[in-house]
C-alpha cells in the first residue's frame, strides 16, 4: 500500500506545478481528458499517465514578493568599478552563503561584455565542485538551447540569483534572495547587457519583484531597471522534467534572438 503522507506529497507538487503554469486559480478534475503543461497541438495524452506521479519541477512557486526591504537593505556597492573587484568582494561576503556548509562561489562566467546576460536560480552539485554556472544536466541542456539560435556559449555570460549552492537542491529562499540580489544587480551593470533572460520562475520572480505565473511572466520582454529588456522562458532543470514545455521554450529563444538582431548585439 502507498505511504499516505507520500501520497499527499505527490499531489502537493502537481498542484504546485499546476498553479506556476496557470497562476493561482482554481484547480479543476477534468472527466474526459488529462491535459499536460505546454503547447496544445504538441501534447500526447497517455491513457495511462498518472499526475500524482510526474516528477516535481525545480519551478515551484514561491509566492514571495519582496522589493521594497530589498531596495531598503541594499548594500552600498558603489567603490565596485569593475567584475573583478565584485568576484573578490563576493568571495568574502558571508550574506551570500546559504545554510549549506563548505560550498563553493560560482560567480558567473562568460564574455564581461556580453549583451545578453542568462539568470537562472542557484548552484547545484556539479556546479559547486566546478565553481561555475550550468555544467550538469541543466546546464548541457541550456548549451545547446543557446547553440540552436547561434549564440556559442562564451559569447553570453551565464549568472544565478545565488552564489552559493543551498542544501538538497532546493529553492532558494526568500531571505537568501534578499542578500543576493544587490550583488547580482552590481552584476548586471557592470556588463551592461542589452537584454536579459530569465530561466525559471524563481529567477524571473526575483527580478520581476511579483510573484507570477510561468505563464503570465513569459511571451513578451519585461522592462526591467528601465535600462535593460528581460524575457522569461522555463529553467533548463524543468525541461528535463517536462519534455511539454520544450517547445514553448523554443518559441521563446526564437524571440530573444530576433530581438537581439534588432537591436544590433555584438556577434
Not at 131 to 143: A, K
Not at 202 to 215: H, N, Q, R, Y
Amino acid at each position: 500500500m502507498n505511504d499516505p503522507a507520500n501520497l499527499i506529497q505527490k499531489i502537493e507538487r502537481y498542484l504546485g506545478q499546476h498553479e506556476e503554469m496557470y497562476g493561482n486559480v482554481a484547480f479543476e478534475i477534468q472527466e474526459t481528458k488529462s491535459e499536460l503543461p505546454g503547447s496544445a497541438d504538441d501534447t500526447v495524452v497517455d491513457e495511462n499517465f498518472d499526475p500524482l506521479f510526474l516528477e516535481y519541477s525545480d519551478d515551484a512557486p514561491t509566492n514571495t514578493n519582496f522589493p521594497e526591504s530589498v531596495v531598503m537593505n541594499t548594500p552600498n556597492l558603489d567603490h565596485i568599478k569593475t567584475l573583478a573587484e565584485l568576484h573578490e568582494l563576493c568571495k568574502v561576503t558571508p550574506e551570500l552563503h546559504t545554510d549549506l556548509e563548505g560550498t563553493n562561489l560560482v560567480f558567473g562566467t562568460g564574455n564581461p561584455n556580453a549583451d545578453l546576460m542568462v539568470i537562472g536560480e542557484a548552484p547545484g552539485a556539479e556546479e559547486d565542485k566546478r565553481g561555475e554556472p550550468f555544467v550538469g544536466r541543466s546546464g548541457q541542456l541550456l548549451t545547446k538551447i543557446l547553440e540552436a539560435i547561434n549564440l556559442p556559449r562564451d559569447q553570453v555570460f551565464i549568472a544565478n540569483i545565488l552564489k552559493h549552492r543551498p542544501p538538497d537542491n532546493r529553492n532558494p529562499l526568500p531571505a537568501e534572495r534578499k542578500r543576493s540580489l544587490p550583488y547580482l544587480l552590481k552584476q548586471i551593470d557592470l556588463i551592461n547587457p542589452k537584454l536579459i533572460l530569465c530561466l525559471g520562475k524563481v529567477s524571473a520572480e526575483t527580478l520581476l519583484g511579483k510573484s507570477s505565473s510561468m505563464k503570465d511572466m513569459r511571451g513578451s520582454f519585461h522592462k526591467f531597471s528601465d535600462k535593460y529588456e528581460l524575457l522569461v522562458t522555463y529553467h533548463p532543470a524543468a525541461l528535463l522534467r517536462n519534455p511539454n514545455w520544450k517547445r514553448d521554450t523554443w518559441d521563446d529563444v526564437k524571440v530573444l534572438r530576433n530581438r537581439y538582431d534588432e537591436l544590433g548585439c555584438k556577434p
